[in-house]
């Protein structure tokens, strides 16, 4: 079965902190992606990857930064948490080669800024 | 950056009932895709559609690619409690980079 999962479900965090959020995917995929998933907003895309240590910008990469060292993990990085990224965060990797557009997605980490 | 408008935003229903919600676009997609997220889980493909006119089905789902290739929509007929989730539509230009709907919130009364 295939599997993305991320480390954390529920996230508590104070404003400034650093924060980490980990994606580790089974299924040898190349391509990664980090949203963001708001109500009334659906999911918008911070930052996604195409191979290791390569990074791309999404539609909304401000406050965010990425490290992918490995093909199988994807990290997020909150640098100064700020409490309008308090948030649920969607990790999905995807097949390079497919062509048909599915991504497969973790569970998700709910992150409240305070 | 682009986002798609899906409606409605949520709907309350009765099982057995049908469904019916759409996304538009002002961008032409090649391809459409329709996830559903039950609560506590992330997005699962429901089905994707691959060309204009397409009308493809999913067991009580149907989903259409519009000519324009500027909208599509999703059906669930006879509906029943475990449809309760988050739908969303997403398009993609074919560069694996897709643009999600704003969703809509699908509660089914038993």
């Known amino acids: 079965d295939v599997k993305v999962t991320q480390s954390s479900r529920y996230l508590v965090k104070r404003t400034g902190e650093k924060v980490f959020l980990e994606c580790v995917q089974d299924?040898?995929?190349?391509?990664m992606f980090w949203y963001r998933q708001d109500p009334g907003l659906g999911l918008r895309l911070i930052y996604f990857s195409y191979d290791v240590k390569m990074k791309e910008k999404g539609d909304i990469p401000e406050g965010y930064s990425v490290s992918r060292e490995k093909k199988e993990r994807f990290s997020l990085i909150l640098e100064s948490a700020s409490t309008n990224q308090t948030s649920m965060y969607l990790c999905?990797?995807?097949?390079?080669?497919?062509?048909?557009?599915?991504?497969?997605f973790g569970e998700g980490s709910r992150l409240t800024v305070l | 950056g682009q986002q798609l408008n899906q409606s409605p935003q949520s709907m309350f229903i009765q099982e057995g009932e049908d469904v019916s919600m759409n996304c538009t676009s002002s961008s032409i997609f090649n391809t459409w895709l329709w996830y559903k997220q039950d609560p506590g889980e992330g997005p699962v493909l429901l089905i994707a559609?691959?060309?204009?006119?397409e009308l493809t089905s999913n067991g009580r789902l149907t989903a259409q690619f519009g000519i324009t290739r500027k909208d599509s929509f999703l059906n669930i007929s006879a509906s029943i409690p475990s449809d309760v989730g988050i739908y969303f539509c997403a398009g993609t230009t074919g560069f694996q980079k897709l643009v999600f709907g704003t969703g809509t919130r699908l509660l089914v009364s038993p």
């Open positions: 999905a990797s995807s097949l390079e080669t497919s062509g048909t557009g599915e991504l497969f």
């Open positions: 559609l691959y060309k204009a006119g």
């Open positions: 299924m040898d995929h190349e391509n």
